[in-house]
DNA sequence: ATCTGTGAAGCCGTTCACAGCG
DNA sequence: CGCTGTGAACGGCTTCACAGAT
């Protein structure tokens, strides 16, 4: 509680929305497009068609961050690219740590896009003693027993849960206890953590089915819609069950 | 255009609330694991905290479909159940292709999800030569230039492309042109598509990129915040450029 | 008495449209 | 004159609180 801190917030009041955080690493990928293209100066437009958002909404999130823009001009890519990246936290090295080092977990493991916006994997875990020792992406996987020490010693602070569903939880509830205060889970489970601790899920199935329904609608015509069959109020309650089963 | 078709919509006028429909997934999951441990019939309380959400939600979420609810009593899991799986068209079944096959794509055709929510995984495509003929999970890999043929020979419905960011929107252009009309993009690019056609993104890098902006915040301390550094007008735009790129 | 279903209120995010700066 | 930055209007989602069904 320094007392007398210098407050500097010309803009960026205090917190921006949420939705506009989540759209924030999209401009970014869109700016380092730009950016090797050698492109010094872009329009809200132009960004806003890069990034695949309306112009007024992007101007809207990036007015949260300041006034980086100039009038009758655009923005300067590299330094908005800057200020994003700032704001992101991406100036400065995250260690993440990828427990389950399954089809999924080798996968993240030699995704490029870790080491290229400052995520730098300091450790791959598994419970599987075959795997243990293994390398994979130029890195040994090690066992799970050593997770504390791991977390804590090389201080991680974002774990990748990449583990079966019915492992998740343990060990979401042990790299929390070890320090870890954000967890990426691909696990299909809703993980439970204490406050102050930021999880984010994917989960493929999820997204499959969110398209599935809408895919259903759109074949039942581009007018009308209604589910199929199942009317009115079902007397009993016997014969849907094989329908989802089969 | 029927002319009197009989529409029995109960419930339901028209249109599920898109978050709604992101949430009934979830929930679905969470009542398959209750079914599992025999639960014959919940609460929209004990639900909810299955599901990660406050109950007040759940219940306007089921709502939307239905008065599936018993007053006094809660829901018949068993139903709900079927409820919940014939609006998100998952009575029915859905037909896949995976396009690219590195080492998300094979995560993918391993995953365990698919099948079991009604997902056939009708092909895996891939452009290197040297893949083409392997199997992986039971499944032969094909060739690229197929693809138009396994499309719409297949009656593929949705597509997921795990190809290589360069390769995305050409991929993507051609599964649209042969009558994919949802696709699932785990390539880090913002795909442009026709009206009428669903695209959703998985991106991990962005996932990453959210957590490391709340865990900055948190570390600046657990009241104020402020990001790192450059509080004024910067004069000149120069000694920004090796931060991001250090 | 209990727990669902839902109007009403409040909040957040998006879009509009234009003032104002360069 | 062009384009950003932003108040204001709008729409959708969440939360509250309770009427009403069992």
């Known amino acids: 509680m320094t007392p007398r801190q210098n407050r500097t917030r010309d803009r960026a009041e205090r917190g921006i929305p949420e939705a506009t955080v989540a759209r924030l690493p999209v401009y970014l990928r869109a700016l380092h497009t730009l950016q090797e293209r050698g492109v010094a100066t872009v329009s809200s437009e132009e960004l806003a068609a890069a990034a695949g958002v309306n112009s007024?909404?992007?101007?809207k999130d990036l007015s949260?961050?300041?006034?980086?823009?100039?009038?009758?001009?655009?923005?300067?890519?590299?330094?908005?690219?800057?200020?994003i990246s700032r704001e992101l936290g991406l100036t400065q090295d995250w260690v993440v740590a990828i427990i389950g080092v399954g089809n999924l977990g080798r996968a993240l493991a030699g995704y490029g896009g870790f080491a290229s916006r400052g995520f730098r994997v300091a450790g791959l875990l598994d419970a599987d003693e075959a795997l243990v020792g293994q390398e994979i992406s130029g890195m040994a996987v090690e066992?799970?027993?050593?997770?504390?020490?791991?977390?804590s010693g090389r201080r991680v602070s974002i774990a990748v849960i990449a583990t079966p569903a019915g492992a998740a939880q343990k060990v979401c509830d042990r790299v929390v206890a070890a320090g870890v205060t954000?967890?990426?889970?691909?696990?299909?489970?809703?993980?439970?953590?204490?406050?102050?601790?930021?999880?984010?899920?994917?989960?493929?199935?999820?997204?499959?089915?969110?398209?599935?329904?809408?895919e259903q609608r759109k074949a039942g015509g581009p007018d009308g819609y209604a589910p199929?069959?199942?009317?009115?109020?079902?007397?009993?309650?016997?014969?849907?069950?094989?329908?989802?089963?089969?």
């Open 56 to 59: 007024a909404k992007l101007r």
């Open 64 to 83: 949260h961050l300041g006034s980086y823009g100039t009038r009758g001009v655009g923005y300067e890519v590299e330094y908005l690219v800057y200020q």
């Open 143 to 151: 066992h799970i027993d050593r997770l504390e020490e791991i977390i």
């Open 182 to 214: 954000s967890v990426l889970n691909f696990a299909p489970v809703v993980l439970s953590v204490p406050d102050g601790v930021d999880v984010r899920k994917v989960d493929l199935s999820i997204e499959l089915q969110i398209l599935a329904f809408h």
């Open 228 to 246: 199929p069959a199942s009317g009115e109020d079902p007397p009993g309650a016997a014969q849907y069950v094989e329908a989802v089963e089969a």
